[in-house]
């Protein structure tokens, strides 16, 4: 009973992103004032969040499980594809979506799940390391298997991604760690609303987007949405 009631805070992050995403695909208006360069500065403030909640020992702690690491980017860059692929076969997609799909299954991990082992009161020190892991073996891992699955090559901006992990990640999360070393009273009070602040980040972020490409979203047809949630459901990532 307790373990169920340590997942509720984390069943209602996830529910509110899923009423903006649906909300979205119907009213886009509401979220097309979102600039595309305010997400860096959103995923920022998610990762701020999350260095006020952790500490340097944290992550020292974190760095022993490196198997947890080592099966994460299997399950991100094994699994995920293989069952992307699976679920394209499954829906009879055509190569364009199936193309996409499989790409979905091969990116890497996303801010979210931190944000959702911080709500649950997981180790999220260790999901930051699965994060950044998988951002930066996703330079090789993604080409690598678009051109095994879909016969062709994906570029992949490696100076961006690796520019765009320190800046959206690291440097927010040591900030985060530097200001709770240095101001410990001003965080734990700031550390409180930080599920909070993850949340509105990240439902801006996912409404933007969709808001985005909401006519496509509506026309590829309720087949293909319900492959990407079961992908995002089975694959657990």
């Given at each position: 009973m307790a373990d169920q009631r340590m997942l509720l805070p984390e069943l209602r992050g996830g529910g509110v992103l899923v009423m903006t995403g649906r909300c979205k695909s119907f009213e886009p208006r509401t979220f097309v004032w979102v600039k595309p360069e305010w997400f860096t500065w959103l995923l920022g403030l998610l990762m701020f969040s999350v260095g006020l909640t952790?500490?340097?020992?944290?992550?020292?702690?974190?760095?022993?499980?490196?198997?947890?690491?080592?099966?994460?980017?299997?399950?991100?860059?094994?699994?995920?594809?293989?069952?992307?692929?699976?679920?394209?076969?499954?829906?009879?997609?055509?190569?364009?979506?199936?193309?996409?799909?499989?790409?979905?299954?091969?990116?890497?991990?996303?801010?979210?799940?931190?944000?959702c082992t911080l709500i649950a009161g997981g180790d999220v020190a260790l999901s930051v390391l699965m994060t950044m892991s998988t951002t930066l073996l996703c330079i090789v891992a993604t080409p690598l298997i678009a051109q095994r699955i879909l016969g062709t090559v994906v570029s992949v901006d490696a100076i961006g991604i690796v520019l765009s992990t320190v800046k959206v990640m690291l440097a927010p999360t040591i900030f985060g760690l530097a200001f709770k070393q240095w101001l410990p009273n001003a965080s734990s009070r700031a550390a409180k609303f930080t599920p909070v602040l993850g949340v509105v980040a990240t439902c801006i972020i996912v409404g933007s987007s969709v808001a985005s490409c909401q006519s496509y979203i509506l026309s590829a047809g309720l087949s293909l949405q319900l492959a990407v949630l079961c992908l995002h459901i089975f694959g657990g990532c």
């Amino acid at each position: 009973m307790a373990d169920q009631r340590m997942l509720l805070p984390e069943l209602r992050g996830g529910g509110v992103l899923v009423m903006t995403g649906r909300c979205k695909s119907f009213e886009p208006r509401t979220f097309v004032w979102v600039k595309p360069e305010w997400f860096t500065w959103l995923l920022g403030l998610l990762m701020f969040s999350v260095g006020l909640t952790t500490s340097v020992e944290d992550f020292r702690s974190s760095m022993k499980s490196w198997l947890a690491v080592v099966i994460n980017s299997c399950a991100c860059f094994m699994i995920m594809p293989a069952l992307a692929y699976f679920l394209a076969l499954l829906i009879k997609a055509n190569a364009p979506t199936l193309a996409g799909l499989v790409l979905i299954g091969s990116i890497n991990g996303g801010h979210t799940s931190n944000l959702c082992t911080l709500i649950a009161g997981g180790d999220v020190a260790l999901s930051v390391l699965m994060t950044m892991s998988t951002t930066l073996l996703c330079i090789v891992a993604t080409p690598l298997i678009a051109q095994r699955i879909l016969g062709t090559v994906v570029s992949v901006d490696a100076i961006g991604i690796v520019l765009s992990t320190v800046k959206v990640m690291l440097a927010p999360t040591i900030f985060g760690l530097a200001f709770k070393q240095w101001l410990p009273n001003a965080s734990s009070r700031a550390a409180k609303f930080t599920p909070v602040l993850g949340v509105v980040a990240t439902c801006i972020i996912v409404g933007s987007s969709v808001a985005s490409c909401q006519s496509y979203i509506l026309s590829a047809g309720l087949s293909l949405q319900l492959a990407v949630l079961c992908l995002h459901i089975f694959g657990g990532c």
